[in-house]
């Protein structure tokens, strides 16, 4: 299955959400009617009794009182369902808040929180996704790890300090890979919105216990809400019944399918294996004690909850099912960890802080197209045409050993100024500096009047090592970096878009890689300093995104060429790709009708549209990249960015060819 029919599979179960919830509201707003109904026909009956009426005959239809149900259960739920799912507006870092979580310091020297950072640095370079943001859940004991956000561009892995403590770098790997794999498989927006109403159906308890207090006005008539309360409660038993039976239906199998990804990615399955077996092993096993564990259990890694009565109802398949499925030769046995065995992990996160892995041999370097290599001797790898859709999305272990070689040979003063948001912006300006020496100083001192004297410096500073790895690593840089950019308070943001919007332009032209660059840097920061609600999908058809599509092959073909006949051939090579109607003009546009403005805005629409789509205009994207039968780095890195653009993420290209 590749990535974008496990974006459509994601948009399939969002419509089983849908239809689970609708179902679950019918239910209870006929529940909520027939209690209604004796209620108020028992309270009704005992006043007519009381002034010697006659007693009113009961019917089982009621229109006023069905009416007042179901307003009451629609309004409660709707309404509880938008105040949650607006408060997790802000992605994955308001997920980790609910739970307590620590942002980890990136300069951090626990050597625990640092083997954490490494491995997801790690993850991040190979599946070509920005850095997200790293939590550290303190309070909890047990082995467990959750991956949350609307996109890539919020996102944040949040995983338990007895995680961190107890498991090896191979295991954590492992652990980690999963949960990258539910970042790639559309999964993180699937559980928020999930969070959101199974909270809109818990809150009839919350109504009911506020009823239950209720005082009539008047002290000789029957009050009826203290009853009806204790009939809400109830039924907020069953509204935790459908929360969890919802929960199940929606992340059981889909948990199988990201230990199966993680394995795929990491090619360790012994890695993933051993974490699932210390669950098992470990005493805390992935409990959790946080008040909202119930509310956000589907999302994690392990069953935090503990042994469901019912196993329809567990969120998470048990764990020696899990094991099995990745390790068939398990003896299905979990001795007791030893105190010995804990001391290994420790010793060994320690190593990894003193003595960071060596930077990568040059003889490697030529095959996977490393950092650390003199420009002169490099070798560029090749890259068909037919290995950029299969990368979408499937990081493999080869594009995991790159990853790691990469950052391992990457300087020390570009890792660190990655990891500092202030450092971060200015390794964003050197990226962005131009080769011509006088340009460049006029480059800097415009950077001192709109950021600061210290950016100035510090861009200048980064530059010469920034050009002799700019080529292989521009996105991998920018990745890393933006995980450290959303960490800049609003008015450095305000300073910093300023300041990288002119930069652009400021040789008098803005190429195409530098637009896409900074539009990724932007997009994916919009969540922080934007706006926080995420993209809904607006296009299913490609018709009224033709001209949008044509934008983008036409902007590519004059990028690769300043040749008329050459320009129009590698337009001619990607067009049919899109498969576009019959009736669309799909026609080589001037090469104004496709600077930047244009490019701005088909982007931005493009980027709602259904996977489909975007897997069509990425593919003819590439051939006409590749029209003359090779694609070169740059090229691949300019593919690369577009599709990030999209929310498509890809792996570096060139790896293991």
Not at 184 to 197: E, K, P, S, V
Not at 331 to 353: C, H, N, S, W, Y
Request: hydrophobic share 45%; proline share 7%; charged share 20%.
């Amino acid at each position: 299955m590749d990535f974008f029919a496990r974006q459509d599979q994601a948009r399939r179960k969002t419509r089983w959400l849908v239809a689970y919830f609708a179902l679950a509201v019918v239910l209870l707003i006929v529940s909520v009617y027939f209690i209604s109904l004796v209620v108020f026909s028992g309270v009704q009956a005992r006043q007519h009794h009381a002034y010697d009426e006659a007693p009113v005959q009961f019917a089982l239809w009621n229109p006023e009182i069905f009416l007042g149900a179901a307003v009451g259960v629609l309004a409660v739920i709707f309404l509880g369902s938008a105040y949650k799912t607006n408060e997790l507006s802000a992605g994955g870092s308001a997920v980790a808040t609910l739970m307590g979580g620590r942002l980890v310091n990136q300069t951090t020297n626990d050597p625990n929180e640092r083997k954490l950072l490494n491995v997801v640095e790690e993850m991040s370079i190979a599946a070509g996704v920005p850095m997200p943001q790293v939590y550290v859940l303190n309070e909890e004991r047990g082995i467990n790890a959750f991956a949350a956000g609307h996109t890539t561009g919020d996102a944040a892995i949040g995983v338990t300090r007895g995680a961190i403590e107890m498991l090896s770098r191979d295991e954590l790997q492992g652990v980690i890979g999963h949960e990258f794999s539910h970042i790639l498989n559309g999964d993180m927006r699937l559980n928020l919105r999930l969070i959101g109403i199974i909270f809109g159906l818990l809150c009839l308890a919350t109504i009911g216990r506020i009823l239950l207090y209720a005082r009539s006005s008047n002290s000789r008539e029957k009050n009826p809400l203290p009853i009806l309360g204790l009939a809400l409660i109830a039924l907020g038993a069953i509204g935790v019944f459908f929360g969890r039976l919802i929960q199940a239906a929606v992340s059981r199998q889909r948990e199988f399918l990201a230990d199966a990804s993680a394995v795929q990615f990491t090619r360790n399955p012994g890695g993933l294996s051993g974490a699932l077996q210390k669950i098992g092993r470990y005493s805390y096993g992935s409990k959790l004690e946080s008040n909202h564990a119930p509310d956000l259990c589907h999302m994690f890694f392990g069953n935090g909850l503990g042994v469901s009565l019912f196993g329809a109802m567990a969120t998470h398949p048990p764990i020696p099912d899990r094991i099995r499925a990745i390790d068939p030769a398990w003896d299905g046995k979990f001795p007791p960890l030893k105190p010995e065995q804990m001391d290994t992990v420790r010793r060994a996160a320690i190593a990894e802080l003193e003595h960071p892995r060596p930077p990568i041999p040059q003889i490697l370097g030529a095959i996977l197209g490393g950092a650390a290599m003199d420009e002169a001797t490099a070798k560029p790898p090749v890259i068909q045409t037919s290995s950029v859709l299969p990368n979408l999305g499937q990081p493999t272990p080869l594009h995991l050993r790159y990853a790691e070689q990469l950052r391992a040979a990457l300087p020390e003063n570009l890792k660190a100024a990655a990891r500092d948001p202030l450092a971060a912006s200015a390794l964003v300006y050197a990226l962005l500096l131009s080769p011509d020496e006088k340009l460049r100083g006029e480059q800097i001192a415009g950077i001192a009047g709109r950021a600061s004297d210290s950016a100035a410096r510090q861009t200048a500073a980064l530059f010469p090592e920034v050009a002799t790895v700019a080529k292989r690593s521009r996105l991998p840089l920018v990745n890393l970096a933006l995980g450290a950019l959303r960490n800049l308070t609003a008015e450095q943001f305000k300073r910093f878009a300023d300041t990288l919007s002119w930069l652009s332009g400021s040789d008098g032209k803005v190429e195409l890689f530098e637009f896409v660059l900074q539009k990724i840097v932007l997009r994916h920061l919009a969540s922080k300093f934007g706006d926080p609600r995420p993209a809904a999908i607006q296009y299913y058809t490609l018709k009224p995104l033709v001209p949008d599509c044509v934008v983008i092959l036409s902007a590519l073909a004059h990028d690769g060429s300043n040749d008329p006949n050459e320009i129009q051939k590698a337009f001619a090579a990607g067009a049919p790709y899109l498969r576009a109607p019959a009736d669309g003009p799909v026609e080589l546009l001037a090469r104004e009708a496709c600077g930047v403005a244009p490019l701005e805005a088909s982007l931005n629409r493009l980027a709602l549209a259904v996977p489909i789509i975007k897997r069509n205009l990425i593919e003819a994207s590439a051939r006409v990249v590749g029209a003359d039968g090779v694609i070169l780095e740059a090229e691949a890195e300019l593919l690369r960015a577009i599709a990030d653009t999209l929310d498509c993420p890809m792996p570096p290209l060139g790896v293991g060819e």
